[in-house]
């Protein structure tokens, strides 16, 4: 059986990861990304915090040795999901199982003037841009401003909020300074009241301003000003913007794609076509974009596969749950148990922060990197 796993993130390491502990070089795993090393989501706020250098956050695929599994450093230009066939700039590929974990891009031209006048932070490269202009803010307005309805880890903006004052009040800047969240959620983490209770708690006692319910349509350059759909401008001398997120073009270009993204039955993450699934931030499942859910998505791809190569009934089912990690300055950490679609409706239980949670999502990433890296 020949399994072809396009994007090697979150999604796309575990699948791989489960499918080799499981059965070794029986199956043949072509693993292909267009990018030569790994980098978590949560270390992108270490490097724009200065908290640790972009190089030291990535991981190259080249460490990844496990049987059965063929690392490609190859860009996917064509993907027939019919067929079950891909073009990359290199070679082309016809895959038994296909499964799509190529992740969200981020659309910066989706909102008129955010490349001239702000800086994204969601990328590695946009974090370590915003770096200097983040430890060299002395005075005025930061504005952390969310250009869509859809982003990676809905609580990493408060985050960023809260390692700001963090930083600031190390500089002894704080009292001239003002943070300023523009959302257009509700709540900070909309499935638990309580972890949004939490989160504005803490952004009231640091006197960090929350605009909830507010939509960008686009930046005002020459004001330096958010322009709000009600018509109101919110002003900022200091802009770090978290783009529109888009499935990536060769994705768009596709059969899988259906109103931007994949549509995949929750459950099993199979698309339309059969033998073709799709995991994690290119897809419309149910969840939020975040990688443990690509990661839990993953596993049940990969208990399906491994049943089915074994000639055993495939019954695992996905049921939304993972855990997120929510840093809330002063080195500690909050986290939230959610559990989208195993119960009547979604939950998500608030564990408040402290230094014991910091270690947990410590040994979350380590944890991570030992199993796909080694080492
Ligand atoms: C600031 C920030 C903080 C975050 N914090 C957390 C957190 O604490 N916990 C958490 O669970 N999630 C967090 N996330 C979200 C998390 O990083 C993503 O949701 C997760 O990586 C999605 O996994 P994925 O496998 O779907 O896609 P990705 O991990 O994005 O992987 C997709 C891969 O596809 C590759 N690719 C794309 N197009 C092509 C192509 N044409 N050809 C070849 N390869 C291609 C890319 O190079 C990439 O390696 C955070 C994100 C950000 C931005």
Not at 55 to 66: A, T
Not at 166 to 177: H, P, Q, S
Request: glycine share 10%; aromatic share 8%.
């Amino acid at each position: 059986m020949h399994v072809v796993i396009l994007g090697a993130g979150f999604g796309g390491l575990e699948l791989s990861s489960c499918l080799s502990e499981e059965l070794g070089s029986d199956v043949q795993v072509t693993l292909i990304d267009q990018s030569d090393h790994f980098v978590f989501g949560f270390a992108k706020l270490d490097v724009m915090f200065g908290r640790t250098s972009a190089e030291s956050v990535r991981y190259y695929y080249r460490d990844i040795v496990k049987p059965g599994v063929d690392f490609r450093q190859e860009t996917v230009t064509s993907i027939n999901a019919g067929a079950k066939h891909v073009v990359t700039d290199k070679g082309e590929y016809d895959a038994d199982v296909l499964v799509v974990a190529l992740g969200a891009d981020l659309d910066i031209a989706a909102t008129p003037g955010l490349a001239e006048a702000g800086y994204e932070f969601y990328s590695p490269e946009g974090a370590e841009r915003a770096r200097e202009p983040v430890s060299s803010f002395e005075s005025g307005t930061v504005v952390i401003g969310i250009m869509g309805g859809f982003f990676k880890c809905p609580p990493a903006p408060c985050e960023t909020a809260l390692l700001l004052h963090d930083e600031f009040e190390k500089r002894g800047v704080r009292g001239a300074t003002r943070i300023v969240l523009v959302t257009p959620l509700p709540s900070p983490v909309p499935i638990s009241p309580d972890t949004s209770k939490g989160i504005l708690d803490a952004f009231a006692e640091r006197g960090i301003e929350f605009m909830p319910q507010s939509r960008v349509t686009g930046i005002d350059t020459a004001a330096k000003a958010l322009n709000l759909a009600d018509g109101s401008q919110v002003a900022f001398d200091l802009l770090l913007g978290v783009p529109v997120h888009k499935a990536p073009e060769v994705v768009l270009a596709s059969d899988l794609a259906v109103d931007g993204w994949i549509p995949v039955d929750a459950p099993t993450l199979a698309t339309s076509f059969p033998d073709v699934y799709a995991v994690g931030d290119n897809t419309s499942a149910p969840v939020p974009r975040a990688g443990v859910f690509a990661e839990g998505q993953a596993r049940v791809v990969a208990a399906g596969i491994i049943d089915r190569f074994r000639g055993a009934a495939d019954e695992t089912r996905y049921e939304g749950v993972g855990t997120c990690y929510i840093e809330f300055g002063q080195d500690t950490v909050g986290r939230v148990d959610v559990n989208f679609l195993g119960g009547p409706q979604p939950v998500g239980i608030f564990t408040p922060p402290s230094t014991a949670v910091t270690a947990e999502k410590e040994h979350f990433g380590s944890s991570r990197r030992a199993r796909w890296f080694g080492g």
